[in-house]
């Protein structure tokens, strides 16, 4: 089946009014016209399944909210609709694709969802590294308010953590509420958030409320809302249902997986991408579409959905990407973010791979999903080397058994399926790295994507050094995170629409000069390093591409690598004047160990300047590019998580205003009160 485009935008939808001209907006003018229960009615009869994961019935959610099913807290707060755009599933990009072409639409389908059930708030919650998404939604509800679209609405922006766990529905309710992200037992329409107005002031910080997240008693719960809580993709199919209706929606798909999936390919093919499928579209075939197919003369020989189902071998590609196909096979469909791998990669280190970034993801709140977590990848790491110890599989399997017990989320059970998948379906190669006939196998990178840019994947190389206790760092404290962080509020910064907001949205999305978000009280965003280090990130990035672009004759061409080159001495005199004096004084030696690495982002970088003046034909420019384009990730995903847990919120903002300023200067000399004391 060809790809389709029905919520995945052809080109970007850059205003509200290239929106309108679409037809956008009528979803939720027809919707505005019927009774709540009618449009939940469309949306059952639909079919809608959640676009997240689980893929549990959209209008059975919604129906279940709007009713107050739950006696705990039905008589509390009016509902509260909560758009998860917290996207960190590794191999899925599919949520940040449709935030950055089209906003409005998923914003559209969120405000649907509020009327529908009588919220009057509208929570995007998104994670703190997700710049540019943020930037588009901030413009996109200024322009919404404005036009008179929100109503008595108030829609907001929470952004929160980069954890794996921020994802899931509860634990990204615990961030907003200024807690970390540890899931609940109880679910959104038992348990919902408190006063949102005051969540991002309040609890993080204040630490006098020390309820447990599982409490699922009455106490407490009178001023708590229920939540509905829906995936970015699941909110860009509402208004079209509206307008349309439900059997158009089910006239692409299955019977029980109707409509389309936005799928992310990425691992072991020529390309990674993101394109849209109607549900039921062969495996296969969309990993030829969007990936091109193996590289080179290699074999491509399983793909996997993210971190979350069992391993697909390349004899089952024929399946159906739907919930009722992949189930089938023993599999799932996910996030449908899918991660190939070819006879390269040997997959038992790649199962180690999905093995330690579950094992280090898990909160410990459940103790065997961390224990036998960790033992798991420990064996498969052993395995993957050539080292194990006789039994190794056995053992394995025996952790397998008891994974899962007492767990309140899902990460155990994703962990029981990838591994047991290995163990069933690559009995040869465990065995043979058991009896050491097999070599040891170098390691494999499992992390979620960064960004993808002319279809190369980016993933977050700061994972292979996240330790278990949620640190990077040399060792780990031997404590896990539910038991150190239990207490300690996390850092979570909301935006709202002020009088305005859209001039100021507007600069800020174009990156002009002195433009700032403001919080929920008016009050300025400070510039801060993520920000600035994302920043920079995709300025090189556009302006790399600018230099690689067709039919530029020789000046042309000449003048965009000098505009790139001087983007990225200009970069590197920031991180080197402004940046690391701040990492050296505030973490010891750690600071030193990790300034040292800037050699080899400057290394990258004049590789790559020199590559560009030389041949621009080069074929090396891809993997230089790719080079510079991952040294610049790690810097961001190590300086960042460092410097916070070194400095206070003042000297944050002294770093992150001392890097706006040099920046702007064009040179990367900071002023003379930027640098710390030396």
């Known amino acids: 089946m060809a790809p389709i485009n029905r919520v995945l935008d052809p080109q970007p939808v850059e205003t509200l009014a290239a929106h309108v001209q679409l037809g956008g907006g009528s979803g939720l003018d027809a919707a505005r016209q019927l009774e709540g229960v009618d449009v939940i009615g469309e949306i059952e009869a639909s079919g809608l399944r959640g676009r997240g994961g689980a893929g549990f019935p959209t209008g059975t959610k919604w129906r279940s909210i709007a009713a107050g099913t739950s006696a705990d807290t039905g008589e509390g707060r009016a509902p509260v609709v909560v758009v998860n755009a917290a996207e960190g599933e590794p191999g899925s990009f599919k949520d940040r694709t449709l935030l950055r072409t089209n906003p409005y639409r998923v914003l559209e389908g969120a405000l649907i969802a509020a009327d529908a059930i009588g919220a009057t708030e509208v929570i995007v919650a998104l994670k703190q590294a997700f710049l540019r998404e943020h930037r588009r939604l901030a413009l996109a509800i200024a322009e919404m308010a404005d036009a008179g679209w929100l109503r008595d609405a108030d829609v907001r922006i929470v952004t929160g953590p980069g954890d794996y766990l921020f994802g899931e529905e509860t634990a990204l309710l615990e961030v907003i509420e200024g807690r970390q992200p540890f899931p609940r037992i109880a679910p959104p329409y038992r348990r919902g958030i408190a006063d949102p107005a005051v969540a991002d002031v309040q609890d993080a910080t204040d630490t006098s409320d020390t309820s447990d997240a599982s409490d699922t008693s009455d106490t407490g719960l009178a001023d708590s809302g229920l939540v509905l809580a829906n995936n970015v993709e699941t909110l860009a199919n509402v208004p079209d ?10 006239s692409v798909g299955t019977a029980d997986s109707p409509g389309t999936i936005v799928c992310t390919v990425s691992g072991d093919s020529r390309r990674a991408g993101v394109r849209e499928f109607p549900m039921g579209t062969p495996l296969g075939e969309i990993i030829e579409t969007i990936g091109g197919g193996a590289v080179d003369d290699n074999r491509i020989v399983a793909a996997v959905s993210g971190v979350s189902n069992a391993i697909v ?7 159906p990407a739907s919930h009722e196909g992949m189930e089938s096979i023993g599999s799932g469909l996910g996030a449908a973010g899918f991660i190939v791998v070819d006879d390269r990669t040997d997959i038992v280190a790649f199962a180690h791979a ?44 025996d952790r397998l058994t008891t994974i899962v017990d007492g767990a309140r989320c899902t990460l155990a059970e994703q962990h029981r399926a990838v591994v047991t998948s290995v163990l069933d379906h690559a009995s040869d190669a465990v065995g043979g790295h058991v009896d050491a006939s097999l070599p040891d196998a170098a390691a494999v990178l499992v992390a979620p994507i960064v960004d993808i840019v002319d279809g190369l994947a980016t993933l977050d190389s700061a994972q292979a050094d996240k330790l278990p206790d949620w640190s990077y760092g040399a060792s780990d404290s031997g404590s896990w995170p539910a038991a150190h962080l239990g207490d300690t509020p996390v850092a979570v910064r909301l935006w709202s629409r002020t009088p305005g907001a859209v001039d100021t949205a507007r600069r800020v999305a174009d990156g002009a000069d002195g433009a700032e978000l403001t919080d929920a009280d008016d009050r300025p965003i400070p510039v801060d390093v993520a920000g600035q280090l994302e920043l920079a990130h995709h300025e090189l990035v556009d302006a790399l591409l600018a230099t690689k672009a067709p039919r530029l004759d020789e000046g042309a061409r000449g003048r965009r690598v000098e505009r790139f080159a001087n983007l990225l001495d200009a970069h590197m005199e920031v991180t080197t004047q402004v940046l690391l004096p701040w990492v050296r004084r505030a973490a010891g030696d750690a600071g030193e160990e990790l300034a040292a690495r800037a050699d080899d982002l400057d290394r990258a970088a004049q590789n790559l300047v020199a590559a560009l003046r030389s041949s ?28 916070e847990n070194h400095l206070d919120d003042g000297s944050l903002t002294d770093v992150g205003r001392a890097m706006h300023e040099a920046r702007l200067q064009g040179t990367g000399s900071p002023r003379a009160a930027s640098a710390p004391d030396q």
């Open 241 to 250: 249902i509206v307008v349309r209706g439900a059997e158009w929606f089910r």
């Open 313 to 319: 071998p390349a004899d089952l590609f024929g399946t």
């Open 354 to 397: 999905i093995s330690r970034f579950l094992a280090v993801e898990s909160c410990g709140q459940c103790e065997p999903c961390k224990s036998d977590g960790l033992a798991v990848a420990t064996e498969l790491d052993a395995v993957r080397r050539s080292s194990a110890r006789p039994g190794a599989e056995e053992r394995l399997r």
């Open 616 to 643: 621009p034909a080069d074929p090396q420019l891809h993997d230089l590019a790719r080079d510079l384009h991952a040294a610049i990730i790690d810097e961001e995903r190590r300086i960042v998580p460092l410097l």
